[in-house]
């Protein structure tokens, strides 16, 4: 490992530099000053709104004008492969090399692209469990522990490829103190030892449900803790139970891909974002984004305290597949900003986390998809207003994540097809060495963050059809009281 003593550096506020910078310098890239260009292109019209509306009043936004219009802002904050000699790349100091703490090498016939983390033997340490699929519905079940060894094996058949998220959870579903293993396969929810795997529970799904689409955990009936289920089709009905799966309710709707779970309203109960709603915990409709956006939602996630003044507010971030949008909205259901619609972009996964301290609130990290003939794959990177601060444009875009690699309390950008773990102005932090694959007929390698190591530090997990690698930051002593990104291991979804 080859390491050297740098200090956290915050950007300059009146310099934004492309998240670009250190991967291109090699091939001669000016980057564009980005700031100014913003406020030219898709914020000037609604400045005022952007820049101080009050939360709920959503009466003087403007929806940013349309394909056009956005495509020639995204344009503009793209990084010129022109000029070498004008470039001067933020390097101060060496990027931390780091190899893998540990490869595990996947059994032939047990390949797969979904991963899920937790403790199954109750020993205290993380896990990893392994899922393939038909159609998305679970055929086989591997569990290693952190250092490789397979704990048990369960089905076979299948495939390793992922289209949606595989419907298979860790989680103490029965509150007994010992992780159960949540998986659906055709036609039933099955609840399984989280030791050995053996069955526990088949309930049958829902008249018409081939397969469950998610497996979401939730306290939707006051608990002490989170112990009930939820289930959807692909887009349009999601199904609640206690769990003993008893139905609580039902609802029909624009689900999105992964409704998100969250007590917003401080009753000890979750609500759920899901698609463009917020339902309440007993199914009733709280609201619903009007107009509502076309398509369906990718992203549906609540944020806290995204403009740093507002800490007991939630936030609903949104990416819209179809409408081609990235939307926020506040607490009651209205548009704060969006960009789009129309858009000949494809906002993705987008996650928000403090990655600029020089900036109030919070920055939200998306990745964005162009239409053929249009921009490239673009990882791109927005302050709590809206406003683009950077892009970066590794070969693939997505399966992004956010992780505190230092722990100075500053989120980093994991790119996994970049092979390293980056900060907010592009500067490469960490590289991956022996990484996975960068296949062209897969979507691999995946990321996941984790304290596999129980020392309290997040760990980076590279997830590719045949090995799981995980990276660590040996230099980090200190133990924190709790990760920063992931506060939960369950609900995990690509989206």
Known sequence: MKT????????????????ACVAMAAAGIVPSTIGNSLERGVAAENAAARSGLPSGDASEVKATPGSERT???????????????????????PVEEVSPSKVIEVPEGREAEWLAIGDLDNDGDLDLLTARNRNQAVTALTAYNREGD????????????????????????????????????TGYLVVASGRDGAEEKRWPLPKGLDVADCIIIANLTGGRRPSDILIKTRYDRVWAYDKHFHLLWEWGGNTGHHPCPEDVDGDGKD??????????????EMWRLMPEPAGHADTA??????????????????????????????????????????????????????????IPGKEIVVDIAGEPGEPPDRLTLLDAKGNILG???????????????????????????????FDAVGEQLVCFLDPPPHPTDRETPFCYVADMFNDGNDDVILLDDSSIRIYSNGKLLARRAKPLVMKRYYNFTFY
């Not at 995204?74 to 492969?81: E, G, K, P, W």
């Not at 875009?397 to 980093?412: K, P, Q, T």
């Open 71 to 93: 495509r020639q802002v995204y344009l503009n904050h793209l990084i010129r492969f022109e000029n070498a000699k004008g470039f001067s790349c933020p390097v101060e100091g």
């Open 391 to 421: 892009s970066y444009p590794p070969d693939y875009a997505r399966f992004h994540d956010l992780i505190d690699w230092d722990g100075d309390g500053v989120m980093e950008i994991i790119i996994p097809r970049a092979d390293g773990i």
């Open 150 to 185: 397979v704990l048990w094996q369960w089905g076979h058949g299948g495939g390793a490829a992922i289209t949606y998220d595989v419907p298979a959870e860790i989680y103490d579903i029965d509150g007994d103190g010992e992780n159960e293993v949540l998986y659906s396969v």
């Open 4 to 19: 050297g003593s740098r200090k956290k550096r915050n950007p300059a506020p009146s310099v934004k530099v492309s998240l």
């Open 271 to 284: 609500e759920l974002f899901c698609g463009y709603t917020l339902l309440d915990d007993d199914g009733r």
């Open 301 to 358: 996630r609540v944020c806290w305290d995204l403009d740093g003044k507002s800490p007991n507010q939630p936030w609903y971030l949104t990416t819209c597949c179809g409408g081609m949008d990235l939307i926020l909205t506040d607490h009651l259901g209205k548009r704060v900003w969006q960009m789009g619609p129309g858009a000949v972009l494809h906002f993705q996964s987008a996650r928000a986390g403090d990655v600029r301290t020089d």
